[in-house]
């Protein structure tokens, strides 16, 4: 028990490192690189561990994934400028989920942050999965 809490330790320390190490040295490229090989690698060991250990084929895996991908990339890409004025969007404001940014052109955007924007989609795969899986 005591060689897990070690491997689960070292693997927490090395995820630190790596930010820390690619945020010092302003190499965005690399982080991006070892971001898409953390969330493939995600995907993968869930697909081990059903297939694997409970023997079964999952045929929507993919697609949930690919659903909270989605969700995400909306949420973070979307722009909120024009209805920045209503009572909900000033009030996501004004608690951090939504933050300004520019695009690729310098104009203004208001998009969600990407943490609750990860949230959010990680529960609307979830609520998907659960209303196809309740039938199935």
């Given at each position: 028990m005591r060689g897990n809490y070690l491997q689960m330790s070292a693997f927490a320390l090395s995820v630190i490192i790596i930010q820390l190490v690619t945020h010092y040295t302003g190499s965005a490229y690399q982080l991006t690189q070892f971001t898409m090989t953390a969330y493939y690698s995600l995907l993968v060991i869930g697909l081990c561990m059903l297939i694997g250990y409970a023997g079964q084929i999952s045929l929507g895996h993919a697609g949930f994934f690919a659903i909270g991908g989605y969700v995400s990339a909306f949420l973070t890409t979307f722009d909120l400028t024009s209805s920045s004025g209503k009572t909900f969007i000033s009030l996501l404001s004004?608690?951090?989920?939504?933050?300004?940014?520019?695009?690729?052109?310098?104009?203004?955007?208001?998009?969600?942050?990407?943490?609750?924007?990860?949230?959010?989609a990680v529960c609307m795969a979830l609520l998907i999965a659960y209303l196809v899986g309740g039938p199935v």
């Open positions: 004004r608690i951090g989920i939504l933050t300004a940014k520019q695009d690729l052109y310098g104009g203004d955007l208001l998009v969600f942050h990407p943490w609750p924007a990860c949230i959010l």
